[in-house]
């Protein structure tokens, strides 16, 4: 490191908590100067760091001494308008906010290079599981055709929770609430919505493409049943919820769709157990590159925040260029799931996508 690098923190919550652990272990790298937190007094005693301002006013924050901004209040606004205003006062930015980056990344981004500053976001998508990075960076050289993938570690923790247990989906939720696996309302975890908005954010990283989360055809994974995970795991096969993109560049049809679905279990989706995340890329010249990680929790979450960081940093002048998006001419969904399985009829279970196996039998009848 250069010389210590000063961090401000939006939101003392699981992420942010964990995170401002982090910073005050190491005070030779970083300092951190203020928390800003609704709650900020009654959660100040939760860290006893001298020298650490708490606040609920942004402007105090954009006043502050701060380099660099992390961002974990979650939502869309205010996060997004703060990251902004983070940026105009010249601060980088390190978000885990795969709302604000699916729907406003692109234009954040174009103002962070613009400004001379960063936006880094690796915490948005997959938790500790580095696939931004490895698709910003390490595949950046290759020409990203398909991504398959566990986004939500919520849902992956209840199917792998009925899965091993024989337990319903009711009480296999009350599990990872438990363990701080899952929100008071799931649905938009086991509805596909917050697996939808980081495959949205990973259709830009890897495809250069400008797609809305809403855009992205979602199959609930709420109504699966313990009888469910029991035949597909007579069939050889595992449920998961699978994130799917594709992107056929000569017609400009990118096919993205979020379902629960059949899948073998040697597979590494299969092996995804609890809040683990889990991710096949394929590219046109390196193949496939699988990833695998802890996908949610304050203390993984923090780890991809940390390293985010660390590249700031590492150096603080770097610019990041900035997107430039293209819309797709066509967007398909999971129909395609069942055209494509349609056409391999002969087989009771079907292995293709890179050992992605999915039941031949129409979408309904599987789960
Ligand atoms: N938890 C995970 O495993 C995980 C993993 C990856 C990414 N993320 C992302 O990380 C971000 C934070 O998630 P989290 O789980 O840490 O959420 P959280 O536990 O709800 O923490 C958010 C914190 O920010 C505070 N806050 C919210 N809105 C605020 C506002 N307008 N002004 C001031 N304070 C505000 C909240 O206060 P209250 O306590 O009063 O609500 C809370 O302390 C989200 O974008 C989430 O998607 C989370």
């Keep these: 490191m250069v010389s210590c690098c000063r961090v401000a923190l939006l939101g003392f919550g699981t992420v942010g908590s964990a995170v401002a652990r982090c910073l005050t272990s190491r005070p ?19 860290l006893p760091a001298p020298g650490v301002a708490w606040t609920t006013g942004m402007d105090e924050v954009l006043r502050g001494d701060a380099h660099v901004v992390v ?29 604000v980056m699916a729907r406003h990344g692109a234009s954040l981004l174009t103002l962070a290079a613009r400004q001379g500053r960063q936006l880094r976001f690796e915490a948005a998508v997959g938790g500790a599981m580095p ?60 509805d596909g919505d917050d697996a939808a908005a980081k495959l949205a954010i990973l259709c830009a990283l890897a495809f250069g493409l400008r797609v809305d989360p809403s855009q992205i055809d979602t199959r ?85 925040i940390m390293s985010d960081l660390a590249a700031i940093a590492r150096d603080r002048a770097a610019i990041l260029p900035a997107p430039v998006l293209s819309s797709p001419e066509l967007i398909l969904g999971s129909t395609t799931l069942n055209a494509e399985l349609a056409e391999h009829a002969e087989n009771d279970l079907l292995c293709g996508l890179s050992g992605l196996c999915v039941d031949r039998r129409p979408y309904a009848e599987v789960v």
């Design 131 to 190: 696939i931004v990075r490895a698709l910003g960076d390490g595949l950046a050289g290759d020409r990203i055709t398909r991504i398959v993938a566990i986004l939500n570690g919520t849902t992956n923790a209840v199917l792998s929770c009925m899965e091993a247990s024989g337990c319903s989906l009711h009480d296999a939720l009350a599990d990872a609430r438990a363990r701080g696996l899952a929100e008071s309302d799931p649905s938009a975890d086991l």
């Design 71 to 99: 961002e974990a209040i979650g939502g869309i606004e205010p996060a997004a308008g703060w990251i902004r205003a983070a940026l105009l006062a010249g601060k980088s930015v390190v978000t885990a906010n795969k709302q």
């Design 220 to 304: 609930s994974s709420a109504d699966i049943t313990a009888h469910d995970l029991a035949r597909a795991r007579a069939a050889g096969g595992a449920i998961r919820q699978i994130a799917h993109a594709e992107y056929d560049r000569d017609t400009a049809t990118l096919t993205a769709w979020v379902a629960p679905i059949v899948v073998p279990r040697g597979s590494i989706f299969a092996s995804a157990t609890g809040a683990q995340n889990a991710a096949l890329i394929t590219g046109e010249h390196s193949g496939e590159t699988g990833i695998f990680g802890t996908g949610a929790g304050g203390s993984a979450t923090a780890v991809a």
């Design 28 to 46: 030779g790298d970083f300092q951190l100067t203020h928390i800003l937190d609704r709650g900020a007094d009654r959660k100040r005693s939760a």
